[in-house]
């Protein structure tokens, strides 16, 4: 299809970034290789002039400065800049999103999948997720190709395609991975599984077949012999037949060269992917067939066209023959493969690290040296599985494909374990850097926390610093961290969160939510301080806010004592309001019977009694009149340890006109209740 | 690495510190023309100066954030001999029409006789303090024991760490396992052995700081420290910047037990030492897992270190000014991409190939 032109013209990125890192080995991160450290300009900083710098959660901000100088007015006119500086660029690539997101499905699934699964049946799940993540990669370079070529801005063309040649070599180093490691294809269909590969990843020739295809009139075609070859070269017996077919017929004098080459071409054994035939059975075929070829080169057969002799010693398998095509190929690893095809087509994966090395050598004859890419896929060919994630982590600009690649082969159980030197392992360790990026993007860091979920021994405690520091802009953010740390149970961070939300609150004035903040982060010192905002603002203005939360509060009432009272308070005055007398009676001397109220409050819980006491109807007993005597006496007295009542005009009137209110209402509660008890 | 914004300070005179909130939505940036700024991060990712007032008579060395649990609170160190506690107060409606907020000073600490080197509050869980230290080898421990009146400050302890302290940290360790502690480095520059290094631990018994341990191997002149985030491990990951990088693990002995109460004692390893910057280290700091160490030297670099998988400290990454000016006055938004991005050299290559390839 025409995703496959564009697609994979993988590597030569890697290739081109050339054998400067290779065998550098043990980089700590994406790009880190150990001299060639990739340096990052901070543009308009002086020379000469220091660095200072300060990390955030997600980026580190940087500024000019001289250290060490003591004093004042040493430095000259500063226009120094701060700068912000991010760390993990793909993040924020706005087309990666589709990446990060959808693997995040597959990685989930195959978390959840069932390791109890046995033998094929879980082989062949583990094949369907190593399946599904490179189709993610696909999708996603279609997207960045059509990007690319939507745009008219040739920079972001040139990212794009930058980007485009990344997926693309990164799927080219999977799709290996899934057939050696993952799949572990047996001997013969290994070699199936190769060709597949080749075919799949070396396109720089598709659209040579494409114009010769299209041609009017194919076998006139000047890249003709060219595009049979290609075929031939990639194992497309088919095609490649029916192409001669069409040079056959308009050559009849030829026709009995073109019969004998078809037959070869058709009769050519080749590995079933069912159990239909055996190794030996075909090599049997094989060897018969190799001397059948053997023979017609021999006797001329193909003599009178060298493209037909130069195809019988390709079917033999001809090094140098196959190395004249060397343009077609375009890449040592094509070479290995038709070398295989033709040579070895039963060879065993611990046979492959020779052929593959000798094919490097022999295609590159010298001219140039290996570059990345072609390291970590010879690693590859080596069964040298760490040294492939080491080398990608080298080169790649991303954690992505490390840590879900080592994720994948760890589910294959194929690492050994390498030790941190806090004990967790490589898989781990990819993940968490990986997740810790997605931390850094504003609304990615949703995805790392299903990753630090699967990271058993430092996930918790990743997840544990990056979520806190998750900016908490709205109380809808915030409660969508809150739910992520309560779900696991993060006390700590959930009471920070709290906490954080109860101060901004308090400061901006909204006592409900402060105090509904503080309920959440069982704060009792700060559902106190609250609390008594209320308290204070109810007696300046006479009527409380947010009596919704208030009324509603339920068993959280108990957080505090002030709150508790707060609570019952407000109750008071609700069946006040209700005009449900004699309840409000009974709660209000509660109130300060029991001690729920604080001293300070007393005065006011007393001047509240005034109306009560001067209802028509007689609300408190006289047990309750005495008692509300007491409380009053016990505030109004000099009391030593405590601090003196305040003795000022209004104070002493209040306190007189209560007098006044309880004697009148104990007189009319005798009279009352001598009159009840004697009827 | 990549710059991805560059936000024109405006101050008057150099530059000394800049410090991100907990959150990375603010920043403070001080600076030797006396004064702080405060920066606020907008929803579309700009940086605004949302407040700048003169803070101190003198160079202001350092700036940084409490946590916001006690609010929006900053502290500074100057070399007018003070440190100062600030809070923000929300605003007038008239200041927040203009974008702006108003800080008011809820403290000055006085005590030094000497420049106010370092400022750092302490960690969370031991509620809101801060510690100070000054040229004078002062180390000075303040508590608001009210955290919503934070124009109480009362001075707890004061350590004499006779020689003259350039920097201190607190350790973040937050497990019970763990007393609080404090390190302080010593930039004294006079020919001595003395270590420049020294521990601090808190006594529950004596209800006093005393020296838990000192660096011996450290005796040039010491310009910053850092504690790692602990994440939940036995030993303690301090990074010091010296004549060179150096990461140290503190491993915790048994507690001696003797009539004062025991003081820890630790096994000390170096386990990292890098000279990349050539010269004096000014800076060093950990990310917030304590994953990534960054480094700043006379050689005009911020040096990333990383360990991997297999305890190998590498340099990840390098952050240097190209000397050349910067025009205009006020450039933001993302900087073309290739431009000081780590994979420059990588995207080249890739645009040059691909610019030379037909395509299809």
Request: aromatic fraction near 8%.
């Amino acid at each position: 299809g025409p995703g496959r032109a564009r697609a994979a013209r993988a590597g030569r990125w890697v290739r081109r970034r050339a054998g400067r890192d290779a065998g550098r080995m043990g980089g700590a991160g994406p790009g880190a290789a150990d001299e060639h450290r990739p340096v990052t300009v901070v543009p308009g900083a002086v020379p000469r002039r220091q660095l200072c710098f300060a990390w955030g959660p997600a980026e580190v901000l940087v500024c000019e400065t001289l250290f060490g100088r003591a004093g004042t007015g040493e430095g000259a006119p500063s226009t120094s800049r701060v700068f912000v500086v991010r760390r993990d660029q793909d993040i924020y690539i706005q087309t990666l999103r589709k990446l990060f997101n959808e693997s995040h499905g597959i990685f989930m699934g195959l978390q959840r999948s069932e390791e109890e699964l046995a033998g094929k049946s879980r082989k062949a799940q583990l094949v369907q997720v190593s399946k599904n993540y490179r189709s993610v990669i696909r999708a996603c370079m279609e997207d960045m190709h059509q990007a690319a070529i939507s745009t008219r801005d040739p920079a972001l063309q040139g990212q794009y395609s930058t980007q485009v040649s990344i997926l693309s070599a990164m799927e080219l180093i999977w799709n290996l991975c899934e057939i050696l490691f993952v799949e572990a294809a047996a001997a013969g269909p290994l070699l199936l599984r190769l060709l597949d590969w080749v075919r799949l990843h070396v396109c720089d020739v598709d659209s040579m077949v494409r114009e010769v295809l299209s041609s009017e009139n194919p076998s006139k075609h000047k890249l003709f012999w060219n595009v049979v070859d290609i075929f031939v070269l990639q194992g497309r017996m088919d095609e490649a037949r029916h192409l001669l077919s069409k040079e056959a017929s308009a050559n009849p004098t030829s026709m009995n060269m073109y019969k004998i080459l078809d037959d070869l071409m058709k009769k050519m054994p080749v590995p079933s992917l069912g159990n239909t035939q055996t190794l030996t059975e075909l090599e049997l075929k094989w060897q018969h067939w190799h001397e059948e070829c053997q023979r017609y080169l021999q006797d001329g057969t193909f003599a009178s066209n060298p493209h037909m002799e130069s195809i019988c010693k390709i079917l033999l398998g001809d090094e140098d023959a196959i190395l004249e095509k060397k343009e077609l190929m375009t890449t040592w690893y094509h070479f290995l493969v038709t070398r295989l095809l033709y040579s070895h087509p039963t060879v065993k994966p611990m046979e492959l690290r020779f052929y593959a090395q000798s094919s490097m050598d022999l295609f590159l004859g010298g001219e140039s040296s290996p570059e990345p890419l072609d390291m970590i896929l010879m690693a590859a060919f080596e069964f040298e599985m760490h040294q492939v994630i080491k080398e990608c982590s080298i080169v790649l600009s991303n954690w992505w494909f490390v840590a879900h690649l080592t994720d994948l082969l760890d589910h294959c159980k194929l690492l050994q374990s390498h030790n941190l030197y806090f004990g967790s392992n490589m898989r781990e360790f990819l993940l968490l850097e990986y997740a810790s990026g997605l931390f850094s993007h504003h609304s990615l860091w949703q995805l790392g926390v299903d990753y630090f979920d699967h990271c058993p021994q430092y996930g918790r405690v990743y997840l544990e610093l990056h979520i806190e520091r998750i900016p908490l802009s709205t109380e809808q953010k915030a409660l969508k961290v809150l739910r992520i740390c309560e779900q696991r149970q993060m006390h700590e961070q959930v009471r920070s969160i709290c906490k954080i939300m109860a101060m901004k609150a308090l400061r901006n004035n909204r006592l409900g939510s402060a105090l509904s903040w503080s309920i959440r982060a069982k704060d009792a010192a700060f559902a106190t301080l609250i609390s008594d905002r209320f308290l204070k603002d109810y007696c300046e203005r006479g009527c409380f806010s947010d009596l919704d939360l208030i009324d509603n509060l339920g068993p959280s009432m108990l957080l505090s004592d002030r709150l508790t009272f707060l609570g019952k308070y407000r109750e008071f005055h609700r069946l006040y309001g209700e005009k449900r007398f004699p309840e409000a009676a009974r709660l209000l001397l509660t109130l300060m019977t029991a001690h729920i109220a604080p001293c300070s409050f007393w005065m006011t819980l007393l001047t509240d009694a005034l109306p009560l006491l001067e209802q028509k109807e007689v609300i408190f007993s006289a047990e309750q009149t005495y008692e509300l005597m007491r409380c009053l006496e016990d505030l109004t007295s000099p009391n030593p340890g405590s601090a003196p009542f305040q003795d000022d005009d209004v104070e002493t009137t209040k306190v007189e006109m209560l007098r006044l209110a309880l004697a009148r209402n104990l007189a009319r509660v005798i009279v009352k209740e001598g009159t009840v008890e004697g009827s | 690495m990549f710059v991805a914004r560059s936000i024109a300070a405006d101050h008057r005179d150099l530059i000394h510190d800049v410090s991100f909130d907990f959150h990375g939505r603010r920043m403070a940036t001080c600076s030797s023309d006396q004064s702080v700024k405060v920066w606020d991060k907008s929803e579309n990712g700009d940086w605004h100066c949302t407040a700048s007032w003169k803070t101190h008579s003198g160079s202001v060395w350092r700036v940084t954030w409490a946590h916001p649990e006690f609010g929006q609170v900053l502290a500074s160190c100057s070399f007018d001999r003070t440190a100062a506690v600030w809070e923000e107060i929300v605003g007038e409606s008239n200041d927040k029409l203009r974008g702006q907020s108003h800080w008011v000073k809820r403290t000055t600490l006085v005590d030094s006789r000497t420049s106010v080197t370092d400022v750092k509050f302490a960690p969370k869980h031991m509620g809101l303090m801060l510690a100070t230290c000054s040229a004078d080898g002062v180390v000075r421990i303040y508590e608001a024991p009210d955290v919503m009146n934070l124009s109480q400050w009362s001075l707890q302890h004061e350590i004499s760490c006779k020689l003259s302290c350039s920097c201190i940290s607190w350790n973040p360790s937050s497990s019970r396992a763990h007393s609080p502690m404090i390190a302080v480095g010593s930039d004294d520059n006079s020919p001595n052995i003395l270590a420049k290094v020294q521990i601090y631990e808190y006594n529950e018994n004596t209800r006093k700081y005393a020296k838990a341990e000192a660096l011996m191997t450290v005796t040039d002149p010491v310009h910053d420290i850092a504690f790692a985030p602990n994440l939940g491990r036995s030993f303690h990951i301090l990074a010091v910047a010296t004549k060179d990088v150096r990461i140290f693990t503190l491993k915790p002995l048994r507690k001696e037990v003797t009539s004062s109460g025991g003081l820890t004692k630790f096994e000390i390893h170096i386990v990292a030492q890098f000279d990349n910057h050539n010269s004096q280290v000014w800076r060093v700091s950990w990310n917030i897992t304590g994953t990534v160490l960054a480094s700043s030297g006379d050689d005009g670099c911020v040096r990333l270190w990383k360990a991997n998988y297999m305890d190998n400290w590498k340099c990840t990454g390098i952050l240097k000014g190209n000397g050349s000016p910067v025009n205009g006055s006020s450039q933001q938004g993302i900087f073309n991409a290739s431009l000081g991005s780590a994979n420059t050299s990588l995207q080249n290559s890739l645009n040059g190939s691909s610019a030379s390839r037909k395509q299809s």
